[in-house]
């Protein structure tokens, strides 16, 4: 008659659960992969962007295809907080301008830009941001992408104006007129 070794029998029982845990964990790391390049993959469809690291910035910063919309109003965002507050007036015309561009009451996009309107993005959402408009305009034809540049630099430089100045002096803060500056270069592909 063999006697059996208790502590060889744990000894086993305890290698065997170590290597299923490790076995699980290596599982749920690759389907964590495949959801995130999925997750990219949809993103690229909807803004035509195919740079990994750009389209890895939007996922890490929660854009999604329910709430790109916002992108747009990236350089606007960072326009309107360029002096560290918003007013009225500018939450006001960012909110036009989202409801004109197909952002929809009551939608994710616009619960996100509710809170953006009330609290300042990070600076890497503005920079990443501004860098994934750049990237999106840059795909775009000659014409259009010319037509959309004059357009977001019409837009931002009106909001800074919309706040500042007295009796029409000083309207544009040494602030917005730096970022003003800083989104006319990303946006014609020479910023970062």
Known sequence: ??????????????????????????????????RSEE??????????????????????????????????????????WADGKMTDKERALILQ?????????????????????IERPSQAQFDKGLRAVSMIMQAMSAETRTACERDMIAMTTALATVSGGILGFGRISPEEKQILAQIAEELKGRGK
């Open 97 to 117: 301008a989202a409801r004109a561009h197909g952002v929809e009451a009551g939608s994710e996009a616009d619960t996100n830009l509710g809170r953006w309107l």
């Open 1 to 34: 008659m063999v006697d059996k070794n208790p502590f060889a029998e744990r000894g086993r029982s305890l290698e065997e659960d170590y290597f299923r845990r490790k076995e699980q964990e290596v599982i749920d790391k690759l389907r964590q992969k495949a």
């Open 39 to 80: 997750y990219r993959r949809r993103l690229a469809e909807h803004t035509g962007i195919a740079d990994e690291e750009v389209l890895k910035d939007l996922q890490e910063l929660g854009y999604n295809p329910g709430n790109l919309i916002l992108l747009h109003l990236v350089p606007l965002l960072q326009t309107a």
